[in-house]
């Protein structure tokens, strides 16, 4: 196994291209930083240019999974271009799980609120465990959670992701499960088998199959559904080329188990 540490942020990676990262400030929140934003995109960025990654898990240590931007940190510096470039930060790092070629599983064990909850709803699976939480709470200080609303507007109804944002409430994870912000919901001791459950799955199907459908699954949700169709057929058409489809088809016409490469 190889594994790197930092302070902020662990990360590990298995021989079968599965890697953990580890939000590692339990006694400060798992907050975001700027410099744990920066070291969390440091990681983020790396397993992007790995062409051997398969499968990416976040987790925290401590009773949060993460409580979102360090507030004493933007309270100390009151300067709107300070503000921006910060926002802005964050977003690009949200946006990088979205865009890694590989599914992103967040394993929420504890609060996750604002910029949290706001990570767990760009993760493309999560789990969590029963007594787990979820707020985006920011309105409450009188600051509405903007950039989280973009990731929850696009997971949850919009009814169910305003409700969230404009009373600032939190929601347990049972109703997490029924809004549509986490997959599953399981014992604080099973979270690890839940998260293997979907690991292994992932990793018994061709790495580029599924690295074409996670770029066209975020690219239509933004289209029209014409444009949709369209790029629907194009990401199909090119997938189907691939030698993973044209084996798994031809097995599939032979009766049997396809031999991937990978």
């Known amino acids: 196994m190889h594994e790197s540490q930092a302070e902020l942020v662990l990360h590990s990676s298995d021989a079968r291209g599965v890697h953990q990262i580890c939000l590692n400030q339990p006694d400060a929140f798992n907050v975001l930083s700027s410099e744990a934003m920066r070291q969390l995109q440091e990681v983020l960025d790396a397993i992007a240019k790995d062409e051997q990654a398969r499968v990416v898990v976040i987790s925290a240590k401590g009773r949060a999974f993460c409580a979102g931007h360090d507030l004493r940190e933007m309270r100390a510096s009151p300067s709107l271009d300070y503000y921006k470039t910060l926002f802005h930060q964050c977003s690009r790092m949200m946006m990088r799980v979205q865009r890694l070629p590989v599914p992103v599983i967040a394993v929420v064990d504890g609060i996750a609120t604002a ?86 799955s992932i990793l018994a199907k061709p790495r580029t199959a599924v690295a074409i459908g996670k770029k066209l699954f975020y690219e239509q949700l933004e289209q029209p559904i014409e444009a949709a169709y369209v790029n629907a057929e194009n990401a199909m058409a090119c997938n189907m080329m691939d030698e993973s489809a044209l084996e798994g088809v031809q097995a599939f016409i032979d009766k049997r188990k396809p031999a991937w490469k990978s």
Do not use: H, W
């Open 115 to 200: 910029a949290g909850c706001q990570l767990v709803a760009m993760c493309d699976l999560a789990v969590a465990s029963q007594t787990s939480k979820f707020a985006v709470s920011g309105v409450n200080l009188g600051l509405f959670c903007a950039t989280p609303s973009v990731a929850l507007s696009r997971n949850l109804s919009r009814k169910a992701a305003f409700e969230m944002l404009v009373t600032g409430e939190f929601i347990s994870a049972e109703q997490a499960l029924v809004k549509g912000l986490v997959n599953a919901v399981v014992a604080s001791d099973q979270l690890g088998g839940s998260c293997d459950a979907y690991v292994n």
